[in-house]
């Protein structure tokens, strides 16, 4: 029913920034939670962040600090803002909206 579309990866240096972008389409994003996943390379699919349909967030401890969730509903879009970004950052991000997965965006932390 939904669709998602992530944006905003890309090549950044350790230390650096970056703002993911999550748009859906449909008519069920104000009403359920939204998650942040990544997977690199030979490694299995990992939680980054949460927000729910009132806003409470959940991160995992590896970005706790460093990333933060949003979401707005009048624009049916999710944000992941990534601060001080590390190498081992790098990964495919994707977004998770009701059991429907976005396509994902490469994120790479180098120098």
Same mark, same amino acid.
């Given at each position: 029913?939904?669709?998602?579309?992530?944006?905003?990866?890309?090549?950044?240096?350790?230390?650096?920034?970056?703002?993911?972008?999550?748009?859906?389409?449909? $008519?069920?994003?104000? &009403?359920?939670?939204?998650?942040?996943?990544?997977?690199?390379?030979?490694?299995?699919?990992?939680?980054?962040?949460?927000?729910? &349909?009132?806003?409470?967030?959940?991160?995992?401890? &590896?970005?706790?600090?460093?990333?933060?969730?949003?979401?707005?509903?009048?624009?049916?879009?999710?944000?992941?803002q990534m601060n001080s970004?590390? &190498?081992?950052?790098?990964?495919?991000?994707y977004c998770r909206l009701?059991?429907?997965?976005?396509?994902?965006?490469?994120?790479?932390?180098? $120098?």
């Amino acid at each position: 029913q939904v669709q998602l579309v992530e944006s905003g990866g890309g090549l950044v240096q350790p230390g650096g920034s970056l703002r993911l972008s999550c748009a859906a389409s449909g $008519s069920i994003f104000s &009403s359920n939670p939204m998650t942040w996943y990544r997977q690199a390379p030979g490694k299995q699919r990992e939680f980054v962040a949460l927000i729910t &349909s009132v806003g409470l967030t959940r991160y995992a401890d &590896s970005v706790k600090g460093r990333f933060t969730i949003s979401r707005d509903n009048a624009k049916n879009t999710v944000y992941l803002q990534m601060n001080s970004l590390k &190498s081992e950052d790098t990964a495919v991000y994707y977004c998770r909206l009701a059991n429907s997965w976005g396509q994902g965006t490469q994120v790479t932390v180098s $120098s």
